[in-house]
């Protein structure tokens, strides 16, 4: 046995010095949710009791929004947060240019309601088969990142997409005029604020130079977030994702479709009664 270990390892040691391409990164085990959670029949059970107590399941489902479409200029796009970092470097991934859907699913039920869950950007129509996660063109491992770990740093508790060249436009914008993110912070908060099922959220879909930046609020406000690529079956880019970790996807078990709530019907306002003019 040790004989054959040391031939392996020779293997492999030869294997890498001979360019050969390294392992895939694992795919994480709540993986099947990026797909689900945008379905209109998704429902689950989650646990909502805190360390100790005994569990207390409750339901869970999400909102679909269809926020905006992101422009792709150069082929290369940028995850992060748009008040903060624009100058961020784009994903290492090519993009062909063109106009893709962003879509939100939003977390109702009893447990953390109305939070965005995953921001999804769909590349191509086909299915998602493999999910990996995404790094920036300039991710190196070292001494303090041996596995290369990355996430969407976020200060400002909105994060975005946006093409490099968009981001390039936004940051020679600020340098002009420091008082450029007001209008984006105003028109952000007040489309959030029309989304009656969420509580501080922000939602922009800005153009910025040849492009736009596609914004949203970031499920549990600041962190660092996940980025994934999803490939299709032809191991061609179908879709990114960003995971906002809103659940601890280990307590949700699956239910049936019929265990999910109605949404509501759209409420109209009714006008306020006119009142009678005064008697002469």
């Known amino acids: 046995m040790p004989f054959r ?22 795919e994480p085990l709540h993986a099947p949710y990026f797909t689900r959670a945008f379905s209109p029949d998704f429902v689950a059970s989650a646990d909502d009791s805190l360390p100790g107590e005994k569990p207390r399941p409750v339901k869970v489902y999400f909102r679909v929004t269809d926020l905006a479409k992101l422009k792709v200029i150069s082929g290369k796009i940028v995850a992060a947060d748009p008040f903060v970092s624009t100058d961020q470097q784009p994903l290492a991934l090519d993009v062909p240019p063109g106009e893709y859907p962003v879509r939100l699913a939003i977390l109702e039920g009893s447990m953390g309601r109305g939070r965005v869950a995953f921001a999804r ?16 063109v300039d991710m190196q ?8 770990t990355w996430g969407v740093t976020v200060d400002s508790g909105v994060a975005a997409y946006f093409d490099q060249d968009a981001g390039r436009a936004t940051s020679e914008a600020v340098a002009a005029d420091e008082t450029f993110f007001d209008s984006w912070l105003e028109r952000g908060q007040n489309a959030g604020y029309k989304d009656k099922g969420a509580s501080g959220a922000f939602r922009l879909a800005a153009d910025v130079g040849p492009g736009n930046v596609v914004a ?8 660092a977030y996940t980025v994934y690529a999803g490939y299709d079956a032809d191991q061609k880019l179908a879709a990114l994702l960003m995971d906002f970790d809103i659940l601890d996807w280990s307590k949700v ?10 949404d509501p019907a759209p409420v109209t306002p009714t006008p306020p009664a006119k009142q009678a003019a005064p008697a002469p």
Request: one cysteine or more; aromatic letters at 4%; glycine letters at 8%.
């Open 253 to 262: 078990t699956d239910l049936p479709p019929d265990q999910r709530p109605k």
């Open 216 to 223: 949203f609020d970031t499920g549990w406000g600041e962190g």
């Open 121 to 136: 950007v769909d590349i191509t129509e086909r299915p998602v088969v493999r999910w990996e996660s995404a790094k920036p």
């Open 5 to 26: 270990r040391n031939i392996l390892a020779l293997c492999l040691l030869c294997a890498t010095a001979l360019g050969a391409a390294p392992a895939r990164a694992a």
């Open 141 to 148: 491992r070292d001494a303090e990142n041996p596995d290369g």
